[in-house]
Every structure is written in C-alpha cells, then in structure tokens.
C-alpha cells in the first residue's frame, strides 16, 4: 500500500502560469515533507521541505503548502518555465523513524514554451 | 567536491550472474541509502546505512547485500541477478548536523542503469 501518492503522473502547464503539483500522504505519523525535481540521466535533486508544524514554506518561485488534516500537500511553481519541466517526486520522513524517507511515485511536468 | 558518485553508470548482465555497485560520497555524511527506481512506482529504499560498519533493510531488501567498510563509500551486490532487478540504482547520503529542515535532505548520485537479460 502506497504511503506517498501523487495522483496526477502528469502535467502540462503554459510557460509563464502556474503549476501545482500535488501529494497525498496516508501516514500520520510522517512529520517531514520533501520536494525533489528529477531530470532524464540524472539523480534527483532536492527543491523544497517543510516540516509539519508549518503550513507553507517558500523558496523564490517554489512554495509548498501542508494541509495536515488532510494529509496533503502541494508544491506551486510561478512563474513556470520551460527549464521546470522534469519529474518531481514528493517524500516523508516519518517521526522517529529518520532514516527511511517514503517517495510517492512521481509527477512528469511540461512546461510549453 | 564531487558530492555523490556512483560506478558503473550502466551495466548488462546475464540472469545468475553477480555484480556490485560503488557508491562514494566526499560530504563527510553518516548516512548512506540505496534505492531502486521502476515506471511509476517512485524510488524504493533497498539498504541504508546509519555509519560505518552498519547497514540495515529497506523496503525492498530481498536479492541485494551491502556492505559500508568506509564512511565515504556504500556497496551493493547482487549475488545471483535476476530480470527483476532490471531498474535505475540510485545512492544517497545525508549528514547528521544540527536539528533543523536540513538536516533532513539527502543528496543523490547521478544512479546506475542496470539491465538483467
């Protein structure tokens, strides 16, 4: 049983506008939240966390927003650009349990010039 | 600083035969991770270690053994590979550091794409 879902395996979104990928979470125990951006050949990269006793975390054009009671969170990106096109994975750690972070199985963005 | 490295970055094998992978990491991190990536199902934890001389299971453990004789490098094998374990191997590492956000990131390799005929 998946943990970590991310519903939507892909996104298209005009170059300029906003993209919001999304995540939903079943544990409550998990307390961390990353974002990575994952391009072809290449190993993921870290974007973006947030621990659970915030509700945002912003960082230039990334924000993640957390909805603990509905075990959801989301990553905006605005403006979008066409060099944001990659697959973005969310993660959780879960509270004591540091050492194994839970990966969702990861969103493809487009980003239309 | 090179960050993550892993060796090779592709490899071909024969359902039976054994192989390892080489992880080395030059960030002075504690913690060192081994993970699978399939279509759609994300990245699954294989191995992880906690430091040097220890390793642990992940979610995937089954067909795979590691080994961390040095803090800088974390190895996988396969002793018997099968066409299951055709997938991309990444590493990753992470330090300890003070509590905070960051503490918790962990830094990947550029991975391993491994084909099992």
């Known amino acids: 049983d998946q943990q970590v879902k991310q519903n939507s395996p892909s996104l298209s979104v005009q170059e300029g506008r906003i993209s919001i990928l999304n995540c939903d979470y079943t544990n409550s125990m998990f307390d961390y939240f990353l974002w990575y951006k994952k391009y072809p050949a290449e190993g993921p990269t870290f974007l973006i966390s947030?621990?659970?006793?915030?509700d945002k975390n912003e960082d230039g054009r990334f924000t993640v927003f957390l909805n603990k009671s509905a075990k959801h969170l989301s990553l905006h990106i605005v403006p979008s650009q066409p060099g944001d096109s990659a697959v973005y994975f969310c993660a959780a750690y879960k509270n004591n349990a540091g050492n194994m972070l839970t990966f969702g199985g990861g969103t493809r963005l487009m980003v239309k010039p | 600083n090179a960050g993550v490295t892993q060796t090779p970055k592709f490899r071909v094998l024969k359902t039976g035969q054994s192989m390892t992978l080489l992880c080395a990491q030059d960030?002075?991190?504690?913690?060192m991770y081994w993970y699978r990536q399939d279509p759609g199902m994300g990245l699954r934890l294989i191995h992880y270690s906690v430091g040097e001389g220890t390793t642990a299971k992940g979610e995937v453990p089954d067909g795979y053994n590691v080994s961390r004789l040095k803090k800088q490098n974390f190895l996988l094998g396969l002793e018997s590979a099968a066409p299951s374990q055709t997938s991309v191997y990444f590493c990753?590492?992470?330090?300890?550091?003070?509590?905070?956000?960051?503490?918790?990131?962990?830094?990947f390799g550029p991975g391993t794409r491994l084909t099992v005929l």
């Open positions: 960030m002075n991190h504690e913690y």
């Open positions: 947030i621990s659970s006793i915030k």
């Open positions: 990753a590492s992470r330090g300890t550091g003070l509590a905070g956000e960051g503490t918790y990131t962990q830094y």
